[in-house]
């Protein structure tokens, strides 16, 4: 299985390091914007080069003309985890001035399965039209909200809640969340 995994410069960087800490016996290929990475060293104590570690290939995001941003170049699932609004924006505008836009816009034009982890309280009128424009062209929009049937005791409880549930959905088996047991 090929992931793609764009990291943008809205919070909850943490996100896309457990993604990308979880995503198994899969290729992973990365980009991270400049916003993203000025987000990371404001919220984490993680590095640029711990999370290049965590790929098996990792792009600039300036480079509109890499691998991952070709429709030839096959992969199972993109992911933008967090997903700024602008990033969303400039997707549902169709506006390709990056590689994680483009890469974007070349997985809805494939009919690739193409995942967007929106991390933004409260929503605005604009971001909600954007989230649902997105989704009529099968984009899926996966809010990083956790879920507390859980009972999540820590941060990190929430954060793999989320991720799990992103695991899911790109198809990939894992148990790092509680699962929902009535």
């Given at each position: 299985?090929?992931?793609?995994?764009?990291?943008?410069?809205?919070?909850?960087?943490v996100?896309?390091?457990?993604?990308?800490?979880?995503?198994?016996n899969?290729?992973?290929?990365?980009?991270?914007s400049?916003?993203?990475?000025?987000?990371?060293?404001?919220?984490?104590?993680?590095?640029?080069?711990?999370?290049?570690?965590?790929?098996?290939?990792?792009?600039?995001?300036?480079?509109?003309?890499?691998?991952?941003?070709?429709?030839?170049?096959?992969?199972?699932?993109?992911v933008?985890i967090?997903?700024?609004?602008?990033?969303?924006?400039?997707?549902?505008?169709?506006?390709?001035?990056?590689?994680?836009?483009?890469?974007?816009?070349?997985?809805?034009?494939?009919?690739?399965k193409?995942?967007?982890?929106?991390?933004?309280?409260p929503?605005?009128?604009?971001?909600?039209?954007?989230?649902l424009?997105?989704?009529?062209?099968?984009?899926?929009?996966?809010?990083?909200?956790?879920g507390?049937?859980?009972?999540?005791?820590?941060?990190d409880?929430?954060?793999?809640?989320?991720v799990s549930?992103?695991?899911?959905?790109?198809?990939?088996?894992?148990?790092?969340?509680k699962?929902?047991?009535?």
């Amino acid at each position: 299985m090929r992931v793609v995994v764009g990291i943008t410069g809205a919070s909850g960087t943490v996100l896309a390091v457990r993604l990308l800490e979880n995503l198994n016996n899969v290729e992973k290929h990365l980009v991270m914007s400049e916003s993203a990475k000025k987000v990371m060293s404001l919220e984490t104590d993680y590095t640029y080069d711990y999370i290049k570690g965590l790929a098996d290939y990792v792009y600039s995001d300036a480079d509109i003309a890499a691998n991952i941003s070709s429709g030839s170049f096959k992969y199972d699932a993109l992911v933008i985890i967090p997903c700024s609004s602008s990033t969303m924006a400039k997707i549902a505008s169709g506006i390709s001035d990056t590689l994680i836009t483009r890469t974007a816009l070349v997985a809805m034009k494939e009919h690739r399965k193409f995942i967007i982890v929106p991390r933004e309280m409260p929503l605005s009128t604009i971001m909600i039209e954007n989230m649902l424009k997105l989704s009529s062209y099968n984009v899926i929009i996966a809010p990083a909200m956790p879920g507390y049937y859980s009972r999540p005791k820590t941060v990190d409880d929430m954060v793999n809640f989320v991720v799990s549930r992103i695991l899911d959905l790109i198809g990939i088996e894992n148990e790092i969340s509680k699962r929902w047991q009535h």
